[in-house]
């Protein structure tokens, strides 16, 4: 591994850029690359940010009841506060946070993850049971504290299983500036594929149909910002949103889906892409964004059209072996347009499977190339067969480097590192990162010849990632160095591994902790295609004793009689 370089200066980018705030400036609608107390859109957010003083304290209770969002019938559904999608937690750049999370679900565990949230020193705050935490029992709660090191739009949701597929899930908003202006913000914009059956029963059909490597059930349809109208019963209602006749707005789109990647439009109105995922970028137009899942893209709206009513379009993008039985919709409706459907015509849909590019980080890094061939590791995509601790029972399921994750929830990785303990089970899928500031490189590498040749999102906690490149195919890390970036390329926290194909990755070992990557389709993270780093353990923050509490009443629930067992990775 090589050691980090120093990130660009925001002197160096002024140098290089009209667009860069003047520190004396606040953000306005003409200024929105200002913030205030001179941080604007060209902080290097790696190496500092706002301190705010200010704490957000927040209440989570998650709970059993029925939802019914698009006239289907009521379901069983687990929600945060009675309400689908959960509460919008919103904070400005710097703010703490203070989330009490209670479990109010009678017979199962849940951690809640911050997606796409660095955590910076706070490893122990991340959600992710049997990694960094042990799951709160039922009855239980914990208070998660982080601090928004980053700004822009992302969301939290439970890391147990797959619970989060029955409605357990919300948005973030933290305020900071951005790269383009913007008049009015609409808030988030989720979009997420839904299943009239409860997720653990999907899950249940879809490993058994990997077993002859065929493909999970189709969605039954797609939400918008958790409505739709039923294909068939006339139930449900759509989405509306005003659009200001000349005014900019901006919309914080969001993909919450469990297995299908999606594809948005509006119609008659091309989107400003501003920021993917938390990374500011240079803004680019697009008429249709593909979402893979757990992505995230801030886009300007100019409401620049005849007034009138626009159907806002979700798809589920086959390219990407996505598959539902319906699509989504929404309206938006300029102010004092009469109340109708639409009638407006579609743009022409894509039929690729790839992130949408060119994405170019505002603020500019490098990533090392000197001693990229000597320091680069493989990690192996494919389905192999494996025997679970579980049930002992050789199954197939998802991989990496032939080892399908499989925690235990009761002695997560941090207790491990508390114990000083490294004889860690293989099942754990550990990668030690030990050097502090070095940087690390990663070839992703879908198996050649594997049964299942499909696209996989594939996300990172405790960083982002700067993609160095992906193509199809066996990556020769001998030869193929020359097609990959290395000069500011494009980062963020998700981004596709093509199917039959790889990506290659990098990041520097800045955030000591102990961090998932995983893919995002519900069923593959709990079939087990996850890996862990742990980084620099020496220099991990122990977690505190509400930590060791939470885990000594799971220990408790788990040793007692419980409901459900674990029946996947946990995660």
């Keep these: 591994m090589v050691k980090r370089q120093a990130s660009s200066s925001t002197s160096s980018v002024k140098a290089t850029s009209t667009k860069v705030a003047d520190s004396a400036c606040t953000n306005g609608p003409l200024t929105r690359s200002c913030w205030s107390n001179g941080y604007n859109v060209a902080t290097d957010f790696d190496a500092k940010w706002p301190t705010t003083g200010k704490t957000v304290s927040v209440t989570l209770d998650l709970k059993n009841t029925t939802c019914n969002p698009d006239g289907n019938g009521d379901r069983i559904c687990l929600l945060f506060n009675g309400v689908y999608p959960g509460p919008t937690i919103t904070a400005n750049w710097g703010d703490k946070l203070a989330i009490t999370v209670k479990n109010s679900l009678p017979d199962n565990g849940t951690s809640i993850h911050w997606h796409g949230i660095r955590q910076k020193g706070t490893t122990s705050m991340d959600g992710v049971n049997g990694i960094t935490e042990c799951p709160i029992a039922p009855g239980d709660s914990r208070l998660y504290e982080w601090t928004a090191t980053q700004f822009g739009t992302t969301w939290y949701h439970s890391h147990f299983s797959a619970q989060y597929g029955d409605g357990a899930v919300g948005a973030i908003v933290i305020n900071g500036p951005a790269s383009a ?40 349809t797609i939400l918008v910002n958790g409505k739709n109208k039923h294909p068939t019963n006339g139930g449900g209602s759509y989405d509306v949103r005003t659009l200001t006749p000349g005014k900019k707005h901006l919309l914080r789109l969001i993909n919450t889906s469990v297995d299908n990647n999606i594809r948005v439009s509006l119609d008659g109105h091309r989107f400003t892409i501003v920021t993917a995922d938390l990374v500011p970028v240079k ?123 499989d925690i235990d929830w009761r002695k997560p990785t941090l207790q491990y590192v508390i114990d000083g303990n490294t004889s860690y089970p293989q099942v754990y899928n550990l990668i030690e990162i030990p050097t502090p500031g070095t940087w690390t490189y990663w070839i992703i590498q879908e198996t050649e010849g594997s049964p299942v040749p499909i696209p996989h999102p594939i996300h990172l906690h405790g960083h982002d990632f700067y993609i160095l490149g992906h193509g199809t195919g066996i990556f020769d890390k001998n030869n193929d160095v020359g097609k990959l970036q290395f000069t500011n390329p494009t980062r963020r926290d998700v981004t596709f591994l093509p199917g039959q194909g790889w990506v290659v990755i990098a990041f520097p070992a800045d955030n000591p902790g102990a961090w998932l990557m995983h893919c995002h389709i519900a069923w593959h993270i709990s079939e087990g295609l996850g890996v862990q780093f742990l980084e620099s353990k020496a220099s991990i923050p122990l977690p505190n004793q509400e930590w060791k509490d939470v885990c000594s009443t799971w220990s408790d629930y788990w040793a007692g009689p419980h409901y459900y067992e674990k029946q996947d990775s946990g995660l």
């Design 181 to 220: 202006n913007y008049d009015l913000d609409m808030g988030p914009y989720p979009v997420s594929d839904w299943y009239y059956p409860t997720a653990f029963q999907i899950e249940e059909i879809t490993t058994n149909n990997l077993q002859t490597a065929q493909g999970p059930p189709n969605g039954d």
């Design 283 to 405: 803004p680019i137009t697009a008429e249709w964004i593909l979402l893979s899942i757990g992505q995230r893209y801030e886009v300007i709206v100019n409401a620049n059209q005849t007034a009138g009513n626009y159907w806002f379009r979700a798809q589920v993008a086959n390219e990407c072996a996505s598959s539902n039985n319906f699509y989504g919709r929404s309206i938006f409706r300029y102010s004092g347009a009469a109340a109708a459907d639409p009638t407006s015509t579609a743009f022409t849909t894509p039929a690729t499977c790839q992130d949408e590019g060119p994405l170019v980080p505002w603020v500019p890094n490098t990533v090392p190339q000197g001693t990229f061939a000597d320091q680069v590791q493989n990690l192996q995509v494919n389905i192999n067969r494996q025997q679970l601790t579980t049930n002992g029972q050789n199954v197939v399921v998802w991989g990496i480097n032939l080892t399908a994750i």
